[in-house]
């Protein structure tokens, strides 16, 4: 079985101060690790995914993780946050040998402060 | 390309009532995902599908719900009867395999 553990349900940020989303998971295979980013009211957007080969992985709107096996961690960094970085982030981890279905983390809501 | 397309984006019913979802997914995706939304349990998979073949449904709630993929460009979840527990944002999402998936808009279920 797998699971995530998003630590902090909200996070508030100054703007252009650093964003860091933390995620851990625990997954009896190889894991495909995922981000997605809602905005209110819409649909989770993919900001970025590993799957194979190099460990650190560059996103959309700037950010990026880090997948580091032996602390089973994916946390999400962006250097200088935006008002418009203002969402909900779920950290997701994918099951190959099970049609690849999502078991997300809990979620991560961010606030952006002027 | 249109992308995931769920219908309809908000509906309200009486409880009791029965409630039909409905996704068109993406052309040429095999897989076939219904989520269920909430603030009490975030994200669950309800079920999902693969080459419209319901692969695993233990997701499902309860008896109550029920999902079809009659073809590959249409799924249908529904509810009967629906109850106000069952107050939701649903999400569909289909994914090719080696690709990512990508996730309709949503339909916001309220059950009063």
């Known amino acids: 079985a797998q699971s995530v553990t998003q630590l902090g349900s909200h996070v508030s940020v100054s703007e252009g101060a650093l964003v860091l989303l933390r995620c851990n998971y625990s997954s009896s295979v190889p894991p495909y690790l995922f981000w997605y980013v809602q905005y209110p009211n819409q649909g989770l957007q993919l900001l970025l995914k590993?799957?194979?080969?190099?460990?650190l992985v560059k996103g959309i709107n700037g950010f990026e993780a880090e997948f580091k096996k032996s602390e089973t961690s994916f946390h999400l960094t962006k250097p200088s946050a935006h008002m418009s970085d203002a969402a909900e982030y779920f950290c997701?981890?994918?099951?190959?040998?099970?049609?690849?279905?999502?078991?997300f983390g809990g979620g991560t809501r961010v606030l952006v402060k002027p | 390309d249109a992308g995931v397309i769920q219908s309809p984006r908000h509906e309200v019913t009486e409880m009791g009532q029965e409630v039909t979802l409905r996704c068109k997914p993406i052309?040429?995706?095999?897989?076939l995902f219904w989520y269920r939304q909430t603030m009490m349990r975030g994200l669950e998979l309800l079920i999902y599908f693969n080459n419209n073949v319901p692969i695993d449904d233990s997701g499902m709630p309860e008896d109550r719900f029920s999902a079809k993929m009659p073809n590959a460009s249409f799924s249908t979840l529904k509810i009967q009867p629906s109850e106000p527990r069952d107050s939701a944002v649903y999400f569909c999402?289909?994914?090719?395999?080696?690709?990512?998936?990508?996730f309709g808009s949503g339909t916001r279920l309220t059950v009063v």
């Open positions: 052309s040429g995706h095999d897989y």
């Open positions: 999402a289909s994914i090719q395999e080696g690709s990512g998936y990508t």
């Open positions: 997701a981890v994918s099951d190959s040998t099970a049609g690849n279905k999502l078991t």
């Open positions: 590993y799957t194979t080969g190099a460990t």
